[in-house]
Each structure stands twice: as structure tokens, then as C-alpha cells.
């Protein structure tokens, strides 16, 4: 497969899983009628960061992928890590499990620092890249927990 496939694939697959389950919550988020604590964004702000947080993420993937350094490994924790935040926003919204949703997230940002240090190590511009995310979800653990506790 051709570098620009490579980085299509790389960046389609993470923004599908998105899509979709932007798709599955639609009816059930209610981000809108919450008590948010300080700092929490407008709710348009949301599908904006995420679009470019798997676009970076796709990227990095990708990275790895066209330089021959993607293994076992570095798939695992890649796929592992994208199935856990495709189940928080249905744990969140759907069941409405906020403080469960709270310890998945951080079970999610343990995931995602394990990737970004095996990201580095084969490539450090595949590594930093996940830096946005990883601070994306450390701010929204915050309003995750702060939601649970106001609500």
C-alpha cells in the first residue's frame, strides 16, 4: 500500500469509529442541561477538538505504519486505547454512568500515555503528536468528574 493510502486509512479509521459513535449518542447527550463546572466548553467545541484529535491521531498511526515501525505492540495499545474512548461517550451519554464513565476515562488516559510512550520510542513526531490528546483527556476527566459531582 502506497504512503498516501497508508495515511488515509490511518486517519479514516479513527474518524469513522468517531462518526459513529457520535452517531450512537446523538439522541442522548444532554451536555446542554448539565450543571458544568468552570472552564467547561460550549458543546460545539466538542465534535471540532475530536475531529482533530483522531485526525492526529491517524497521522501518527500513520507514521508508524509507513516507516515499518508499527508492531503488535504499538497496534494493541493503538486499537485498545481507540476502543476505550469510543466507550466512554456511550457510557457517558447513553447509560449515564458519570462516575463509572470518570474511572473508564482514567483507565483511557493510562492507555494513552502507555501509547505515547511506545509511539516515542519508534518515532518521536508519532509520539508527540498524541500530546493534544492526552491533555484533551486529562480536561475532560476534570469535567467529567465535576459534571458527576454538580449533577
Known amino acids: 500500500m502506497n504512503k498516501i493510502k497508508v495515511y488515509i486509512k490511518s486517519i479514516l479509521i479513527p474518524v469513522i469509529i468517531g462518526g459513529i459513535v457520535g452517531i450512537i449518542i446523538s439522541k442522548f447527550i444532554d451536555y446542554d442541561t448539565l450543571i458544568k463546572p468552570f472552564l467547561a466548553p460550549p458543546a460545539i467545541i466538542f465534535p471540532i ?14 507514521i508508524l505504519k509507513n516507516a515499518g515501525l508499527a508492531d503488535e ?4 495499545i ?4 481507540l476502543g476505550i474512548n469510543a466507550l466512554w461517550s456511550i457510557f457517558f451519554f447513553v447509560f449515564d454512568w458519570k462516575l463509572f464513565s470518570f474511572f473508564w476515562i482514567l483507565l483511557l ?36 468528574l465535576a459534571i458527576y459531582i454538580l449533577n
Open 109 to 144: 488516559i493510562l492507555c494513552v500515555i502507555a501509547m505515547i510512550i511506545r509511539f516515542e520510542c519508534r518515532n518521536k513526531v508519532a509520539g508527540l503528536l498524541q500530546i493534544p490528546y492526552l491533555l484533551w483527556l486529562i480536561f475532560a476527566a476534570y469535567l467529567n
Open 73 to 76: 505492540n504499538v497496534d494493541l
Open 49 to 62: 477538538v475530536w475531529t482533530i484529535l483522531y485526525i492526529l491521531m491517524g497521522i501518527s498511526y500513520g
Open 78 to 81: 493503538y486499537y485498545l486505547q
